[in-house]
């Protein structure tokens, strides 16, 4: 069937456009002057006759009513063979026919702007692909499996696509959102370090001790003293679950119970709140920090490369607590009013102090010269003899 209008007015012209044979659209022959022409196009003339953002219903000689673009040049455009390719022939404009336009020249630069944008898909070109114009082969290949992650995301939702959008062009914004998505990264990989720790130590114990004679948990705080979570978890370093609660782990052998704080170091510092500093010393000899130096691609090992670097990097700074006292004393004292007395940079732990929080630094003098894994599971043993002959005592009085 065919398809005419039935009124025989005529939508909006511009010179040279829509002429046949002889007009500008003929004469696009080589790279540069095609370049030039688009750049007329997407830089000047969207901006001075903007008909072709304009639609209209027209009756149709089929009886029926069809939505048009009132723009006569605008039809040309998107009709006509007018992009030169190999062979000296013309097409339709596509994407992948003005790649080669837009990656030569400043052309890729006007996509930037959305009336641009705009035009560009009313000639029904990929816009996305086009703006890809100057990547390599490889950098095409992750943006589009990005933007692809992104719409499964969104289930396709143009509307919150948009919306999407219009956050990530808030600067302010987008900075929030990807720190509080490396955040989340930091924080699975210090879980990831937390649940390989706990494991090596289960199975060392375990192939020196029957394993009804010591357990390693974690046990929520105010339903058993064994283990302490908090909400003071500082995520860049500390072992902590999905709720930003504060995991240390325990390891009771019969009576004795020893708690080990992990911290993931991924400089030649860790930090300690104030209440985490306060458990350590009230535990005195049975407290632990575990500090794991690790690597960037530590999230990205699969679970027995994991246990190999924390097997190799992991540092067990026993005894902490009576090194914390005084530093514990500094922070109660200041906290009254008095100075915070300065401490050098290479000591082992300082106080740290900004407008909003107070810390314990332990640098990484604290862990060079601190127990292996091997070592603190042997300390680990030592304490539970020791706690055998106590109760062996008391049993005979």
């Given amino acids: 069937m065919e398809h005419h209008r039935k009124t025989p007015e005529m939508g909006k012209c511009q010179p040279f456009l829509v002429e046949k044979d002889w007009g500008v659209l003929d004469k696009l022959t080589g790279k540069d002057r095609t370049s030039n022409f688009l ?16 639609k209209t219903k027209v009756p149709c000689i089929c009886g ?15 009709s006509r063979q007018w992009v030169p390719v190999s062979g000296g022939k013309g097409e339709k404009p596509s994407a992948e026919n003005l790649m080669e336009f837009f990656s030569q020249t400043g052309l890729v630069q006007l996509l930037k702007n959305e009336n641009v944008r705009e035009f560009v898909a009313t000639l ?6 086009l703006m890809m114009a100057n990547k390599t082969g490889e950098d095409r290949k992750k943006l589009d499996q990005a933007f692809s992650t992104l719409l499964t995301a969104t289930s396709m939702n143009p509307e919150e696509l948009t919306k999407l959008a219009d956050v990530c062009s808030d600067s302010t914004l987008r900075s929030t959102i990807l720190m509080a998505f490396d955040n989340k990264k930091l924080v699975q990989a210090n879980q990831k370090v937390g649940r390989t720790v706990e494991n090596a130590i289960r199975g060392l114990i375990r192939k020196i001790l029957p394993e009804e004679e010591f357990k390693v948990e974690k046990v929520r705080v105010g339903k058993d003293a064994e283990i302490l979570f908090g909400k003071d978890a500082e995520p860049p370093n500390d072992f902590i679950d999905d709720d930003g609660n504060e995991i240390l782990l325990d390891v009771s052998a019969k009576s004795g119970k020893h708690l080990i704080e992990i911290k993931s170091a991924r400089t030649n510092s860790v930090r300690m709140t104030v209440p985490q500093a306060r458990q350590a010393l009230n535990a005195e000899d049975f407290f632990t920090l575990c500090v794991v130096e690790i690597t ?4 990205y090992l699969n679970d027995e490369q994991a246990a190999d670097l924390v097997a190799k990097n992991c540092h067990f700074v026993f005894p902490i607590g009576e090194k914390l006292g005084p530093l514990v004393q500094q922070i109660d004292n200041f906290e009254k009013g008095e100075e915070l007395l300065s401490t050098p940079d290479n000591q082992e732990m300082q106080v740290d102090v900004t407008e909003t929080q107070i810390r314990i630094r332990v640098n990484d003098i604290a862990w060079q010269s601190a127990l292996s894994l091997n070592q603190f599971i042997d300390l680990l043993i030592n304490q539970r003899e020791e706690f055998k002959k106590i109760e062996t005592a008391t049993s005979a009085e």
Avoid: M, Q
């Fill in 39 to 54: 750049s007329f196009i997407l830089d000047l003339l969207i901006k001075e006759d903007d008909s072709w953002k304009t």
């Fill in 64 to 78: 029926d009513e069809h939505i048009i673009h009132p723009s006569v040049w605008l039809e040309s455009l998107r």
């Fill in 124 to 129: 029904g070109v990929n816009v996305s692909v």
């Fill in 296 to 299: 960037p691609e530590f999230p």
